[in-house]
């Protein structure tokens, strides 16, 4: 989220918005050529959530003195300085389109609730949502309201590879993952399917490796896991990656997986397909915008049949070669559209 926050402002910018991002987080006042404009507020400890009666008076001093035209919202499930900018916004009569970035089960009841108090749904608010998931998941619960798609972004000319043909069934076979190592992503059950996937695969005479990019507070739990289930040779831990980086990986490799049930999005999965890599993943995430099962990557109900799918893909490299080569149309994903759908959308908000 924070990646696709800072990578939009900068496409703004690039284009002619002005562009400042407004947060409660302490750091720099400035990346990459992105004014930050941190408030002091008092944060939680451990999750460092701003928590302050003083939000909505903090923020409506900061929008009237940045003489902003609109505020863009990007909330998650818990985000108590969004939902204060849309009063503060208010107060002030500025426009503003709200991005939901998570999935969410509760949530649309909270905020067809809040609507009904207090027409949180007005029309200075355009409700937005990163997938068709979460667009769906508001839908049930408000139907009325109009929810748009502005699906997150990247860069297509950074990925975009042709996928190497196999000239021989290789009896070795690589794995890849990128995700942050924390329990939303579910790296355990990422180790536990792939134990299970070896398990099968070394039956057929074919090993399996598999290596998970990216840090997290689980890492060390998660190392001695891997060592409890006697794949250290076969798992790799490298920690987080450069874009670079992971697009060696990618060409090194023969499957991207993602074991998150709660993946609202999923940027990784998105470079890894314009990488050329066939995505295994869940059903009911945000992935399954831009990954057709059967056509660029297989969709798994549950952990075993994740298991299920990553030895039978092993085994038939003909599918897998299949999956490879459908690369489908990303486009609608690149920042160079993307980012014209955003002005574009402003210009509507701003007309009136």
Known sequence: METHILALAKQLRRRGVETTIVTSFPGSPEIDGIPIDRLDCFRLPLVQLAASP???????????????????????????LCFAAVPAARSLNLPMVVTLHSVMRTMPFFLWLADRAIGWLDDDLTLTAVSGLI?????????????????????QDLWNAKPQRQKDRERQIQFVSALRLQPR???????????????QASRDGLGLTLTIAGDGPLRPRLERHIARRNLRGKIRLV???TRE????????????????????????????????????????????????????????????????EMAALAADPERLQKLSLHSGDLTRYDWKALAADHIALYRRVLAP
């Open 54 to 80: 003083q939000l909505v008076g903090k923020l409506r001093e900061r929008f009237e003195a940045g003489r902003y035209e609109m505020i863009h919202i990007h909330s998650s499930i818990v985000a108590p």
């Open 135 to 155: 667009a769906a998941q508001i839908q049930d619960a408000m139907p009325a309201s109009r929810i748009r798609i502005l699906p997150n972004g990247f860069d």
């Open 185 to 199: 992503k579910r790296p355990f059950a990422l180790v536990d399917a792939f134990a299970k996937a070896e398990c």
């Open 239 to 241: 920690g987080w990656q």
């Open 245 to 308: 980086q992971l697009a060696t990986l990618y060409r090194a490799s023969a499957l991207f997986i993602m074991p998150s049930i709660k993946e609202a999005f999923c940027i990784a999965a998105l470079e890894a397909r314009a990488a050329g890599l066939p995505v295994l993943a869940m059903k009911r995430t945000g992935i399954s915008d831009f990954i057709q099962h059967g056509v660029s990557g297989v969709l798994a109900d549950d952990d075993d049949e994740m298991a299920h």
